[in-house]
C-alpha cells in the first residue's frame, strides 16, 4: 500500500471545523482513501472513505484533490470527544480483505 | 456498524505465565480477523491473520511459537502470549472486515508482564 504523510499534530478549538490533511503522493487508481481514529487507550474507529469523490457521513467530510494527491478530513464542529489520534490509509480494500499499514498519524486535540 | 469485543480490557500477569486474550465478532461472522500490538507512543503493528479453520500467517519477527493464535468459530479468534515477559508488555488489538470495505477494531487488551 501507499504511503502517507501528515502533520504530527494539530490544534482545534471547540466548536471550530477541524480540517487534517493528508498527502498521498503514490497512491494508486484502485486505491482508497480511509480515515481511521483512534482515542487514548481504544481501538481504532472507522471515520469515512473515498476513492475520488467527495464523501460526507455523520461524522466527516472527506475532500480528495481532482489528481487524488492529497485529502482533507474535515470534523465541522470539533468536540473534546473527537481529540484523537487521526489515520489517514491508502488501501485497495481498506482492511476487509488485508491489513491496515498504520502510519504515525495526527494527534488532534480539541481545546475548550 | 459491526462490534467486535475484545476481553479482557487490561490484565496484569506475572512474568513466565501465559495469557489469553479473545476477539469476538459479535453481530457477524469473521473468516479473517487480525491481531495488532500498539507500544507507547508508537503506531499499530500488524502482528498476525487469524484464519477460521487454517493456521495464522505471522509478520515477519512474530514467534509464531510465543504468540499462539485459535481461530476456531467464525465469531472467536483467540491471542495466547505464552511465556510472557516484561518486553511483551503492550497495547494488543484485534479487529475483523464487517462485511463492507472497512475494518472493525477491538477496544484492545492492555497486558504489562511484572
Known amino acids: 500500500d501507499a504511503k502517507t504523510t501528515q502533520p504530527p499534530s494539530m490544534d482545534c478549538a471547540e466548536g471550530r471545523a477541524a480540517n487534517l490533511p493528508c498527502n498521498h503522493s503514490?497512491?494508486?487508481?484502485?486505491?482508497?482513501v480511509y480515515w481511521y481514529r483512534q482515542i487514548h487507550s481504544q481501538g481504532p474507529q472507522y471515520i469515512i472513505h473515498?476513492?475520488?469523490n467527495n464523501e460526507t457521513n455523520e461524522m466527516a467530510s472527506l475532500i480528495i484533490t481532482e489528481d487524488r494527491k492529497s485529502s482533507t478530513l474535515i470534523l465541522p464542529h470539533a468536540t473534546l470527544r473527537d481529540t484523537a489520534v487521526y489515520y489517514c490509509?491508502?488501501?485497495?480494500?481498506?482492511?476487509?480483505?488485508?491489513?491496515?499499514?498504520f502510519g504515525k498519524g495526527t494527534k488532534l486535540s480539541v481545546k475548550p | 456498524g459491526a462490534v467486535v469485543s475484545q476481553h479482557p480490557s487490561w490484565v496484569i500477569c506475572k512474568s513466565g505465565t501465559s495469557v489469553k486474550i479473545e476477539c469476538r465478532s459479535l453481530?457477524?461472522?469473521?473468516?479473517?480477523m487480525f491481531w495488532y500490538r500498539q507500544f507507547p507512543k508508537q503506531s499499530l503493528m500488524l502482528m498476525a491473520t487469524?484464519?477460521?479453520?487454517?493456521?495464522?500467517?505471522?509478520e515477519q519477527g512474530v514467534e509464531k511459537d510465543k504468540f499462539l493464535i485459535n481461530h476456531a468459530s467464525l465469531t472467536l479468534s483467540t491471542l495466547t502470549v505464552t511465556s510472557a515477559h516484561p518486553e511483551d508488555s503492550s497495547f494488543y488489538i484485534c479487529?475483523?472486515?464487517?462485511?463492507?470495505?472497512?475494518?472493525?477494531f477491538g477496544q484492545g487488551t492492555r497486558l504489562t508482564v511484572v
Open positions: 479487529s475483523a472486515p464487517g462485511g463492507g470495505t472497512e475494518a472493525f
Open positions: 503514490t497512491i494508486s487508481g484502485n486505491e482508497y
Open positions: 473515498g476513492l475520488k
Open positions: 490509509i491508502v488501501s485497495v480494500y481498506g482492511g476487509s480483505q488485508g491489513n491496515l499499514i
Open positions: 453481530d457477524f461472522q469473521a473468516t479473517t
Open positions: 487469524s484464519n477460521e479453520g487454517s493456521k495464522a500467517t505471522y
